[in-house]
């Protein structure tokens, strides 16, 4: 029986070894942790509505769950064209290598002076004692912001910033002290946002001026520093704490590998998320797949990763594999399914965000919209172990 070695606990591998499963398909799944992180609700942590067992799955749930083979072990090399991982305590094998590891994060001058809500999954409540401490000091500076990638500017995660600060900003009304902090969302693009479409970025712009949430757009990241973050033009702007979100990059076990990457350092796929190797005229036979972050997104200018495109590939890949070992011809592409989808939260509601070839929209959702979102991880950590029924689609 054909065995699928899949590297990646997260968005992706999950979806595509719960998906190979239904097919029967024997699945290994190698994840460097033992657990599948739930980043979309992850927001609450820092604010304390929601803790990291919240938004944490083990992984040895799901392998209960689904059947499928899990081991805990970090990657270091990926040859691809043997199908082979070596790790730091063996090395797998399958007939078909589906690569879901995520990507890295672009480098910044003093990132020691900062934390990331989309990092790794620990940061998450260190941000939330940071904030705690400045609670308790009485006032403060709070920067939060996030980064570009000017060779894949698919790769950025500027949504998770947005919901952060909207959320700590409702915490600190809440308590009735929001007037003793200085809020500043910081991004170098002039319009942070703008792939959502002009209806959402002009929406963004009027709850920016309803909270007081000062903007810095549009001046190039020099360095963080202790106290701050310095730009280009060597002004600086004053924070007690900085919450970032560096843009992707390419994982850096890509570089141990015989993949073939781009400059940003991602895996080369085409529309069925097959890798597209150059070994020889054809790339089939090595039956090697990437899918997520770890790949290239290709698509109009607008677009953007996020974890239902990554469950939409890791669904098609694994019908692709089945089709290829039930020898027919049928594949499915992802390209027709590049959408910006998200519930941005505020805390006390959220925003239905949609972009697509049609046009982009936002539409307010008052108080329901937070519980929508709430509902929403509740599905998402049920449907994934089996214990209620997948809506289609999601």
Known sequence: MAN?????????????????????????????????????????????????????????DLE???????????????????????????????????????????????????LSICGKPEEAPKIKARIDALIEKGSGKIAMGFGGNPKDPSNVRGGPAFEVIFNLHNRLKKLGIRDKYELTFFAPMEKPGARMGPQALKMMDVYFGKLDIKKHFGKKIIRFEEDGIVFEDES?????????????????????SDLPLNDSGLIMINDYSEVMHDFDETSEQYNVFAIGDSAVLEGPDW????????????RNVAFNINAMIQGDEERKGYKDHINILCVMDSGDGAAFVYRSDKGGKMIPLPIVGHWMKKGWGWYCRNSKLGKIPRLPGM
């Open 236 to 256: 600086k702007l004053e924070s007690d704490f900085t919450m970032f979100i560096p843009a992707g990059d390419g994982h850096p076990v890509f570089q141990n």
């Open 64 to 114: 209960k769950a689904h059947g499928f083979r899990l081991i805990i072990d970090e990657v270091k090399e990926i040859r691809s064209k043997e199908r082979r991982a070596i790790c730091a305590n063996g090395e797998y094998q399958g007939d078909y290598l589906v690569v879901a590891m995520g990507s890295g994060k672009m480098k910044h001058k003093g990132s020691d002076h900062f």
């Open 4 to 60: 699928v070695l899949i590297l990646g606990g997260g968005f992706a591998g999950v979806e595509a070894a719960i998906y190979l499963r239904k097919n029967n398909i024997d699945v290994t799944l190698v994840s460097d942790r033992d657990y599948f992180y739930i980043y979309p609700t992850s927001i609450w942590i820092p604010t304390g509505e929601a803790t990291m067992e919240d938004v944490s799955v083990p992984l040895r």
């Open 303 to 314: 677009r953007a990763k996020q974890g239902h495109i990554a469950e939409v590939m890791a």
